[in-house]
């Protein structure tokens, strides 16, 4: 069975405030960007080491847990009816369109599965909980373009999933796991270790995209959206590298935690080289 690949992903780069990101506000199409030539190569050249990177632990040794999980996004009738929503309304701001939302959706699908057999869970609680993991994984970034964007997400999450056939407290443990998805951030107490396990399996989907996502897709869309020079995107590096390392030890679940560093640590080994890359000038057109 071909394992799921990953496809983009959240950043360890923030350009809040830098030059051009106003342009953003204003609602203009990102498909409208043309991205700096200097930025191609170096994208290119990220995208070549990511390539020779071998795939991650995790996709293999959960391929099946993998393919059910995209199973069931496509066809249960309350994941699939989101999955509709997000893809004609959700744009691709700073890398975190939909694409982005269904690669976290099946991680985080992926996750309870392997989380759920472990703790011998039956299998009608296990299907409540991939819907509620997935419905979180749809909606995560729906307001990325907003300031304190989890709990903005949250409180716009509610209001989606009036439409939808959730109980109350479904609901409620959807909008917490939004809530509480964002690095480096405090994390909000679970009221159970129901709505713990979906909030830690959508966390640590989302970190997953820190890895060789990063440097494949996000930071060059973040860059390119931004009108940000290499100039200023050197700057940041080292501190961008420094927040990428950090998350190693952010992981929540007991999944996530074996088999995130894995992630984290191909996202520095594609950083790494990218610097050496860009300082010796292999960049210039």
């Not at 203009?28 to 043309?34: E, L, P």
Request: net charge neutral; glycine share 6%; with cysteine.
């Amino acid at each position: 069975m071909t394992p799921i690949l990953p496809l983009v992903g959240a950043s360890a780069f923030s350009f809040k405030g830098a030059p051009g990101q106003h342009w953003l506000a204003r609602g203009h199409a990102a498909s409208s960007v043309t991205m700096d030539p200097n930025y191609q190569r170096i994208r290119e050249h990220a995208r070549r080491l990511a390539a020779n990177l071998p795939l991650p632990a995790f996709y293999r040794d959960f391929s099946v847990e993998a393919e059910r999980a995209r199973q069931f996004m496509e066809t249960d009738p309350t994941v699939s009816k989101l999955r509709w929503y997000v893809s004609e309304t959700v744009d691709n701001t700073f890398g975190h369109g939909f694409m982005h939302a269904e690669k976290v959706t099946l991680d985080a699908g992926t996750l309870i599965l392997v989380e759920c057999s472990k703790l011998g869970e039956p299998e009608a609680k296990t299907e409540a909980l991939l819907t509620m993991v997935q419905c979180a994984g749809l909606l995560h970034d729906i307001k990325r373009r907003r300031k304190n964007h989890a709990a903005s997400g949250a409180a716009k999450a509610r209001e989606i999933l009036k439409d939808y056939t959730l109980s109350e407290d479904n609901a409620a443990a959807i909008c917490l796991a939004i809530k509480n998805h964002e690095a480096f951030q405090p994390v909000i107490e679970c009221p159970d270790r129901e709505s713990t396990l979906i909030s830690g399996c959508l966390y640590d989907a989302d970190k997953f995209r820190w890895g060789p996502d990063n440097f494949t897709h996000t930071v060059w869309e973040m860059v390119s959206f931004a009108n940000i020079s290499l100039e200023v995107f050197m700057q940041k590096y080292p501190e961008a590298m420094k927040r990428l390392a950090g998350i190693t030890d952010t992981f929540r679940t007991d999944t996530g935690k074996k088999y995130g560093p894995e992630f984290i640590a191909q996202g520095l080994k594609i950083g790494h080289n990218l610097l050496e890359y860009i300082q010796h000038g292999n960049h210039k057109v």
